[in-house]
């Protein structure tokens, strides 16, 4: 499964605070409730953000195996 790392926090060292985002409509109020419930996100989110951050998507997310022994 993939684990994404505080990417609001991330925004927020890059100057992007939950205001200004909603405010510049850089990322819509329904994605940033999906960042802080770290629920899944679209690539178009992940390619906005890593704009927004001047980061690659691996600072983003990491990978973590399931636990059902697969």
């Known amino acids: 499964m993939i684990?994404?790392?505080d990417v609001l926090g991330l925004l927020a060292k890059?100057?992007?605070?939950?205001y200004r985002l909603r405010k510049e409509k850089a990322l819509s109020e329904?994605?940033?409730t999906r960042l802080r419930n770290s629920?899944?996100?679209n690539?178009?989110?992940i390619d906005t953000?890593?704009?927004l951050c001047g980061c690659q998507p691996g600072d983003l997310m990491h990978?973590?195996?399931d636990e059902q022994g697969e």
Do not use: Q
């Open 63 to 65: 990978y973590v195996p």
């Open 49 to 51: 953000i890593c704009e």
């Open 3 to 5: 684990i994404f790392e």
């Open 30 to 32: 329904s994605t940033i």
């Open 43 to 45: 690539t178009t989110t």
């Open 14 to 18: 890059s100057g992007w605070s939950a």
């Open 39 to 41: 629920a899944p996100i």
